[in-house]
């Protein structure tokens, strides 16, 4: 089983900067794509980045000219980036990531949420 672990979030003022993290832990895994999805209560959660392990990204356009996702191979961990936040960027952040036990035969891929990390941008 593979664990997921977001941290990075907090208060900000509209404008600002966050970097989130999306720590992997596990044993005997491989980590594939990567994504950060955000919700706001009573709303879908939605797509806000992902990354293949070979470092091709996609964006939801609200976020692609503001936010930049990256990865670690070697820590097995993800960032958001996120520049000029706005106030409606307010959500609970969760990363997303499909991976594969490199123990088992056959191989069978497998997917993980974390639980998530709160982002406030507050004027």
């Known amino acids: 089983q593979v664990q997921l672990v977001e941290s990075g979030g907090g208060l900000v003022q509209p404008g600002g900067s966050l970097r989130l993290s999306c720590a992997a832990s596990?044993?005997?895994?491989?980590?594939?794509?990567v994504g950060w999805y955000r919700q706001v209560p009573g709303n879908e959660r939605e797509l806000v980045a992902r990354?293949?392990?070979?470092?091709?990204?996609n964006y939801a356009d609200s976020m692609k000219d503001r936010f930049t996702i990256s990865r670690d191979n070697a820590k097995n961990t993800a960032y958001l980036q996120m520049n000029s936040l706005k106030p409606e960027d307010t959500a609970v952040y969760y990363c997303?990531?499909?991976?594969?036990?490199?123990?088992?035969?056959?191989?069978?891929?497998?997917?993980?949420w974390g639980q998530g990390t709160q982002v406030t941008v507050s004027s």
């Open positions: 990354i293949t392990r070979g470092g091709s990204t």
């Open positions: 596990g044993s005997s895994f491989i980590l594939n794509a």
């Open positions: 997303n990531a499909d991976w594969i036990s490199s123990d088992t035969i056959p191989l069978v891929i497998r997917n993980s």
